[in-house]
């Protein structure tokens, strides 16, 4: 069942975002040929507009590259969103059969048959406050996300692919990865196994007129047997994420997706017999 649309957690809606569309250019190539990257920016890995699809979902999210959504062979390969971090580390792989199954696919469970085998699309459009985060120093950064900004691994150790220990205090007694941090309070450990199949874009708008700031963010994308899956990790990110000062969610979307179809078969097929 598709719940009624509600605004959940940090939603403040912008008009012109409903329904939005990512736009084409990444906000780093522009900083990069502004001579504005700085140096843990490193953002220059190519994103936005550049994906492959073959009009059938199963096929089209094995083909895709999206970050952390396929066994890549140098693990050091994460793409890094704008804020710099590496972006996709602990996403579901799509060669994780059980995982798809458990979290992405619709199953027999669902109550609307037509939907079977395929899934559920949130967008949303989450521009940042990207001078702020500039500003900010590295160690606090680092305890927004939770994680390395150089390596991607977690603050309590390790290599990137390394699991967060989300229970581990210093010696003072304080929580390594911060309450408040953000891989914390999205991680299926926090989360009852809630899981999300991410697969968002970075995007641009240039500058603001009127404030001079650079317009970019994030468009948001993630598949989902349940959207209900979203809206109990962004109740929880809405409410306590320390990523909220520098992050506002503008435009927001849920969309049913029907599974592909076979040689002879109809787009809607099963939606209609
Ligand atoms: C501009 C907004 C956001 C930024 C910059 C951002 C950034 C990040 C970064 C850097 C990571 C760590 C690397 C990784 O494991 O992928 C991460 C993890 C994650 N994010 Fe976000 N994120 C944003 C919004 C969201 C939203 C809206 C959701 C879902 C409601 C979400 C869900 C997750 C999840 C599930 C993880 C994995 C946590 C874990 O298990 O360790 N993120 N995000």
């Known amino acids: 069942m598709i719940p009624p649309r509600t605004a959940v957690g940090q939603l403040r809606t912008d008009l012109r975002w409903i329904g939005s569309r990512p736009a084409a250019t990444p906000l780093h ?25 073959d009009g059938h979902l199963h096929g089209a999210l094995d083909a ?16 890094r969103n704008l804020l710099g971090f590496k972006d ?8 994780q059969t059980d995982l798809m199954n458990d979290y ?15 899934s ?33 691994a977690p603050l309590t150790g390790g290599t990137e692919f390394t699991d967060p220990k989300f229970t581990a205090k210093d010696d003072q007694g304080h929580l390594v990865i911060p309450a408040n941090a953000h891989v914390r309070l999205a991680s299926h450990e926090e989360n009852g196994g809630t899981r ?11 500058i603001d007129p009127v404030r001079g700031t650079l317009l970019g963010g994030l468009f948001f ?48 097929d099963a939606l209609f017999s």
Not at 29 to 53: F, K, M, S, V, Y
Not at 88 to 94: C, D
Not at 196 to 206: A, E, N, P, Q, V
């Open 29 to 53: 190539i522009q900083l990069d040929e502004a001579g504005l990257t700085t140096p843990t920016g490193g953002a220059r890995d190519g994103r936005g507009g550049h994906r492959r699809g």
């Open 64 to 79: 895709w590259a999206f970050p952390g959504s396929e066994e890549r062979p140098r693990p050091e390969s994460t793409p």
């Open 88 to 95: 996709g580390t602990r996403n579901i792989k799509a060669q």
């Open 104 to 118: 992405v696919w619709v199953g027999k469970e669902a109550d609307q048959p037509w939907m079977r085998n395929g």
């Open 120 to 152: 559920y699309l949130v967008a949303r459009r989450i521009p940042m406050f990207i001078e702020n985060w500039d500003r900010d120093y590295l160690g606090d950064q680092q305890n927004v996300i939770g994680r390395a900004k150089a390596s991607g």
């Open 196 to 206: 999300l199949l991410r697969r968002g874009y970075s995007y641009t708008d240039g």
């Open 221 to 268: 994308i993630a598949f989902m047997k349940d959207p209900r899956q979203f809206i109990t990790l962004q109740q929880k990110l809405g409410t306590n994420d320390a990523l909220n000062e520098y992050i506002q969610h503008t435009g927001s979307a849920l969309f049913a997706v029907p599974p592909g179809i076979s040689r002879g078969q109809h787009w809607g």
